[in-house]
């Protein structure tokens, strides 16, 4: 089963924030966040794994919170290039090889 | 250092005939994935293939689909007898090892029209 994420869609100015949140109904192992933007490959943001943690580089970090198997993907002061979809990637636990189960992304517009 | 190389980008195929995707993983990967992506949605989970073997199939349709990574060479997606369905982008991603800890990289993926 998919894990659900929210907002489907974001409009944001440049300098505004962001939240997307990615809940799973499964116990987890980790957590990935991709941005894809249209037509080209999704690209690597960051991976959270089981034990609870929090991490970020730049502008955009990201928490699970392993007991309600939820995490959720911060963006600060957006840039135009933070625009495109985003979606996270899950593994449950017991599984660690990279078969992801992804989300239905998440929509981000960021304008002047 | 040439990244996850997919071809052919776009693949035009009439109803029936047969679709081969390749994908050349980073240099050093061992470790390859199929996903496949439809109009507007996420990525799906297909196969997961170690260098001659297939490590997890549990996403692939039972029919019509199959996948390999041979000791030479790149991996291959074949789909024969392809349907309108099976319009749709396949990524390929690859990895040193098996991705649990770390990330997945994806080529520009190839993608498929079925008229």
């Known amino acids: 089963q998919q894990p659900v994420q929210s907002p489907q869609a974001v409009i944001l100015r440049e300098g505004e924030d962001a939240v997307i949140n990615c809940s799973s109904s499964?116990?987890?192992?980790?957590v990935h966040w991709y941005r894809q933007k249209h037509g080209e490959a999704p690209v690597f943001l960051m991976i959270?794994?089981?034990?609870?943690e929090q991490k970020g580089h730049d502008k955009i970090s990201a928490s699970f919170n392993e007991k309600k198997q939820q995490s959720s993907l911060y963006l600060t002061a957006s840039q135009l290039s933070y625009s495109g979809t985003y979606f996270c990637?899950?593994?449950?636990?017991?599984?660690?090889?990279?078969?992801?189960?992804f989300g239905q992304g998440t929509i981000l517009t960021v304008h002047p | 250092n040439a990244g996850v190389m997919q071809n052919p980008r776009h693949l035009v195929r009439r109803r029936g005939q047969e679709a081969r995707l390749r994908c050349s993983p980073m240099?050093?990967?061992?470790?390859v994935y199929w996903y496949r992506q439809l109009p507007e949605e996420g990525l799906k989970f297909m196969v997961y293939?170690?260098?001659?073997?297939?490590?997890?199939e549990s996403g692939m349709p039972k029919e019509r689909f199959s996948a390999e990574f041979p000791k030479e060479g790149p991996s291959i997606l074949r789909i024969q007898q392809v349907v309108r369905g099976d319009s749709a982008a396949y990524f390929c991603?690859?990895?040193?090892?098996?991705?649990?800890?770390?990330?997945?990289?994806f080529g520009e993926g190839s993608r498929l029209t079925v008229l």
């Open positions: 293939l170690q260098k001659e073997n297939i490590i997890d």
């Open positions: 240099k050093g990967h061992s470790h």
């Open positions: 959270l794994l089981k034990g609870g």
């Open positions: 499964k116990a987890l192992y980790s």
């Open positions: 990637g899950t593994e449950e636990g017991g599984t660690s090889y990279g078969k992801l189960t």
């Open positions: 991603a690859s990895s040193p090892q098996g991705a649990g800890t770390g990330e997945l990289f």
